[in-house]
């Protein structure tokens, strides 16, 4: 787990899941998340992961896996 040190905002959480998320992206396919606006740089995630990001449809929690 990591602090976001730039704040509750798309290029914080963009920079710490690929921090946190760069050494899994052998065995990682997707990435699912909520339709936050904290994920506005979801495709920035994707490119630099080598993964796939979609994203949950409201009130559908099963779609979380």
Do not use: Q
């Amino acid at each position: 787990m990591e602090k976001l040190t730039k704040g509750k905002n798309a290029e914080g959480l963009g920079d710490a899941v690929i921090r946190m998320m760069r050494s899994y992206t052998g065995c990682m396919h997707t990435i699912t998340a909520d339709n936050r606006t904290e994920f506005a740089r979801h495709e920035k995630i994707a490119d630099k992961l080598n993964t796939r990001f979609f994203f949950a449809h409201p009130y559908a929690s099963w779609e979380w896996g």
